[in-house]
């Protein structure tokens, strides 16, 4: 029996292939035979491409149907997904396509720099789909048969590559198989108790981890619909809640949603499962909500390396920051320096092992083998307590990442970029609290005695030339010197405490 995911999925496809897949705003519906239909097709035209099992197809376009139908023709045709958010600028762009050495790249006409490395990196075939789905992808896939059927996989073959920025700068390509995939899938679709009357309300993007493979994959496992928003408004949301049943968000989304007055306990009625991830919850927002809406979000905690690793579950109280237990067939520990387990309610690392956890990073097997332990357990860098239940609750990340708006943020690269502007000495880049974002990044930047001072706005403007603007520091403030500890190391703890009371009160200027 093959592994591949698609197929996995095709078992679970309604018996009435007229039942909605996607129901778009406007009214427009794809139904389960359109899935087969239009992957199928988009399949076709990766063989015809002559793309083969293993080969990379890279995507950087907005969110439409024709995309995820793309994602699901790679998945019947073996080739490996690759999405990239529509943020990224040149150079980021130029480093991914160099890396994973696409055979096929899908970008909107308007992408004029993906336009420019896909020709000077050489890419075979570069292919249009514009926001309504539209462009020579799509043209050339209409006229052709669908294929039958999907090529057989294993379960250690690639679905996917999703790339992960690094605390050395570099991002990594985490390598996602169809077994990572289907074993996530059916778990949250088991322990989010997913049925046959469940429609989600779909706002995410779909180039990261939460929107593609959590929303996608479990409704496709559950064979059932979702309505299809091209992005989250609260105003759109509130108008479409009554028709749902299962939504998902970052905390920003519930964030906004508060601040909207339609958002009543009315328009929540119908949902029965408000799901929250990608970045912490506050406890503020987690109250309010629960007292607009009588019902409690549950939160659960993941990451691009295994997908979703824990969860609250469904028939039991939940409480802000507590982010549940470790899905079915998954094992988790916390545990210390020496990868032995601490006791509950000590704080140790997060470390996994189990069926969802990924293959490796691409071409970068000193990395793996970095981030494993010798017994097989992934390292996730993030610090835990453990109730003497069991449950996980999250109290910091040793990996220095921070989450802003739902996307993670490593200060390295940012700091790269600050430090080799002229006249800069050194910077450093901290996680400071959000009440939107979550987390919002602070650059405190140091000069070289007698260079010409630089502005905030200086530095801003050559972050935004060079990296995706979600990564630049909300706030930007000049300082003499950085703290250090007697090795050397810039003490980022001291500044958050140094700098969070004026940050807090909305004193700086920057």
């Not at 390396?305 to 079915?328: F, N, Q």
């Not at 502007?421 to 919002?440: W, Y």
């Not at 801003?460 to 003499?480: C, D, H, N, Q, T």
């Not at 980022?492 to 004193?507: F, H, S």
């Amino acid at each position: 029996m093959t592994a591949n995911l698609f197929e996995i999925f095709r078992t679970r496809f309604p018996a009435d292939r007229s039942r909605p897949f996607i129901t778009r705003p406007e009214g427009r519906v794809f139904t389960y035979e359109d899935v087969e239909t239009i992957s199928g097709r988009i399949a076709a035209l990766l063989l015809e491409l002559k793309v083969a099992p293993g080969d990379r197809v890279a995507m950087q376009v907005e969110k439409s149907a024709e995309a995820v139908f793309l994602y699901l023709a790679c998945l019947q045709a073996g080739a490996v997904f690759l999405p990239m958010n529509t943020g990224y600028r040149s150079d980021e762009l130029d480093y991914f396509i160099a890396d994973a050495e696409p055979a096929v790249v899908v970008l909107d006409a308007s992408a004029t720099a993906l336009a420019d490395v896909c020709k000077a990196r050489g890419v075979p075939h570069v292919l249009t789909m514009d926001v309504n789905g539209q462009g020579t992808l799509m043209n050339r896939a209409s006229s052709l048969p669908p294929i039958n059927g999907s090529f057989a996989r294993s379960e250690t073959d690639l679905a996917a590559i999703l790339y992960s920025s690094g605390t050395t700068g570099k991002p990594k390509g985490v390598m996602l198989s169809h077994a990572n995939l289907a074993s996530n899938a059916k778990a949250l679709h088991a322990v989010w108790k997913f049925g046959p009357g469940d429609v989600l309300l779909h706002t995410l993007p779909i180039f990261h981890v939460h929107g593609l493979f959590v929303a996608l994959n479990t409704v496709l496992m559950n064979g059932t619909g979702m309505i299809f928003h091209p992005r989250f408004t609260s105003e759109d949301v509130v108008r479409d809640l009554p028709k749902a049943t299962v939504f998902m968000g970052v905390p920003t989304y519930y964030v906004r949603l508060l601040a909207t007055a339609a958002f009543t306990k009315e328009a929540a009625r119908t949902v029965r499962l408000f799901i929250s991830g990608s970045a912490p919850l506050l406890d503020e927002t987690f109250r309010a909500f629960e007292e607009r809406t009588g019902k409690q979000i549950l939160e659960r905690y993941g990451m691009t390396e295994a997908c979703i690793i824990t969860s609250a579950h469904i028939d039991r109280p939940r409480t802000a920051g507590a982010v549940g237990w470790p899905l079915p067939g998954l094992t988790l520990r916390v545990a210390d320096e020496t990868n032995q387990p601490t006791p509950n309610g000590t704080t140790g690392e997060i470390q996994i092992k189990g069926p969802s956890v990924f293959r490796g990073y691409w071409k970068k097997p000193e990395k793996t083998a970095e981030d494993f332990t010798v017994d097989g357990f992934f390292k996730t860098g993030d610090l835990a307590q453990l109730d003497p239940d069991g449950m996980v609750n999250i109290v910091g990340r040793a990996k220095d990442m921070m989450i802003s708006g739902g996307f993670n943020v490593y200060p390295k690269e940012i700091e790269t970029v600050i430090d080799g502007l002229p006249g800069v000495a050194e910077s450093a880049v901290v996680g400071m609290p959000h009440p939107d974002f979550g987390e919002a990044g602070l650059a405190i930047v140091t000069m070289n005695t007698g260079a010409q001072a630089l502005s905030a706005d200086a530095v801003r403007a050559a972050l935004k030339a060079g990296l995706a603007s979600y990564k630049v520091p909300k706030m930007i403030v000049f300082a003499e010197t950085l703290p250090r500890n007697t090795m050397g190391k810039v003490q980022k703890n001291v500044l958050r405490q140094d700098y969070r009371a004026a940050w807090d009160a909305g004193l700086l200027k920057g």
